[in-house]
């Protein structure tokens, strides 16, 4: 075999190569997987899931100095309300106000996962950490609570 056939080899292998690390490159990973399918049924009940720069006054710790986490961030929108600036933040499983009405200081959270809780004008929702629950086996529980905070305002 001269050299011009083995170089045409090697050049065909280097293709062969790039072109199937391109295709595995493309496979989704199965945690963002479950976290689409995740959002996907969050979607169908009526929920609005969004990811978000987590805002400073969360307290949700950064990537860096400079840089915000993003935060997955569930919400419900009811169309008639009229909602007060709120914001709470979740200290052991506990809401702690920082801006708005402080009645619903001390209520119990009843799901693992939520670092904070936003309510205002006709919105309320809630930043969770998703990787509690990618099988989505709390997202009626997170509804059912969003919808309970309209009734206490």
């Known amino acids: 075999m001269d050299a011009s056939h083995s170089t045409a080899y090697w050049v065909v292998g280097i293709i062969v190569l790039f072109i199937l690390g391109s295709i595995f490159g493309l496979r989704v990973s199965p945690r963002e997987k479950a976290l689409g399918l995740l959002r996907?049924?969050?979607r169908k009940m009526g929920?609005?899931?969004r990811l978000l720069p987590a805002p400073d006054?969360?307290?949700i710790p950064k990537v860096?100095?400079?840089r915000a986490s993003m935060v997955?961030?569930?919400s419900i929108l009811v169309p008639e309300g009229k909602f007060p600036l709120m914001r709470a933040i979740?200290?052991?499983?506990t809401l702690k106000v920082v801006t708005g009405q402080h009645i619903l200081d001390g209520q119990t959270i009843p799901m693992n996962g939520i670092f904070a809780i936003d309510m205002q004008a006709n919105c309320v929702g809630a930043?969770?950490?998703e990787s509690t629950d990618f099988h989505g086996e709390q997202l009626e529980t997170l509804?059912?609570?969003?919808?309970?905070?309209?009734?206490l305002t």
Do not use: I, N
């Open 40 to 42: 996907d049924k969050a």
């Open 47 to 49: 929920l609005h899931p």
């Open 57 to 59: 006054w969360s307290k």
């Open 64 to 66: 860096t100095e400079t």
């Open 72 to 74: 997955a961030y569930y």
């Open 90 to 93: 979740v200290v052991e499983q």
């Open 127 to 129: 930043y969770w950490d």
């Open 143 to 151: 509804k059912a609570y969003l919808h309970s905070l309209t009734q």
